[in-house]
Structures are given as structure tokens and as C-alpha cells.
Nanobody, 114 residues
Framework: QLQASGGGLVQPGGSLRLSCAAS????????MGWYRQAPGNQREQVAR???????NYADSVKGRFTISRVNAWNTVYLQMNSLKAEDTAVYYC??????????WGKGTLVTVSS
């Protein structure tokens, strides 16, 4: 039900904007997040936005990445600036609903390389 897009190849220092939209209705979303998984690494949370307005970020992306959403709470974005080679990974979006259901997108590949 979630479709992530916006990944691609970018040079170090460049920017990308990831999007993730829900294709159907999801009951009462309480938070939306972005995760990433690099080859050989565990999946890690990159950013999260919580209903009520708070956001949190992994230390490695603070000041470079920004998570945002549309008012309808069915689309989430991740603006990624000053990209580094170590940001290379498959990025996944995740929605959490009030009834505890967990929804994941299929992932979009971000490659940072010159």
C-alpha cells in the first residue's frame, strides 16, 4: 500500500527528495518514518515524524535531512541534502497506524557516488 520513489544516483554533496504515498486508506496514521539499509548492514531508522508535530533524526543525518508530510497524512517526504557516500542504501518508508498496524514500502535505492 506504500509506494516510495525518488531514489537514484547522485554525486557527493548533491540532493535528492524521496516521496512515499499510501495507495489506499490507512487507519489513523500516528507516525511516518524513513529507514535505510546498506549492504551488509542492519536496517536503521533515519527520520520519523509523529502526529503532533515532533520529528527525530539519526545523528548521522541531522542537519542534512528533513522529513515532512502533507496535511492529509498520506504522503511523507525525505529531503536529503549534502549527500555522502555513506548515505548509499535502500531507503524504506514506514507508516504506523493507531491500531498498531505497520506498513512498509518496497524501498528505493539511493546511490551517492562520483
Amino acid at each position: 500500500q506504500l509506494q516510495a520513489s525518488g531514489g537514484g544516483l547522485v554525486q557527493p554533496g548533491g540532493s535528492l527528495r524521496l516521496s512515499c504515498a499510501a495507495s489506499g486508506s490507512i487507519f489513523s496514521i500516528v507516525s511516518m518514518g524513513w529507514y535505510r539499509q546498506a549492504p551488509g548492514n542492519q536496517r536503521e531508522q533515519v527520520a520519523r515524524i509523529i502526529r503532533g508535530g515532533s520529528t527525530n533524526y539519526a545523528d548521522s543525518v541531522k542537519g542534512r535531512f528533513t522529513i515532512s508530510r502533507v496535511n492529509a497524512w498520506n504522503t511523507v517526504y525525505l529531503q536529503m541534502n549534502s549527500l555522502k557516500a555513506e548515505d548509499t542504501a535502500v531507503y524504506y518508508c514506514q507508516f504506523l497506524s493507531a491500531n498498531g498496524m505497520d506498513y512498509w514500502g518496497k524501498g528505493t535505492l539511493v546511490t551517492v557516488s562520483s
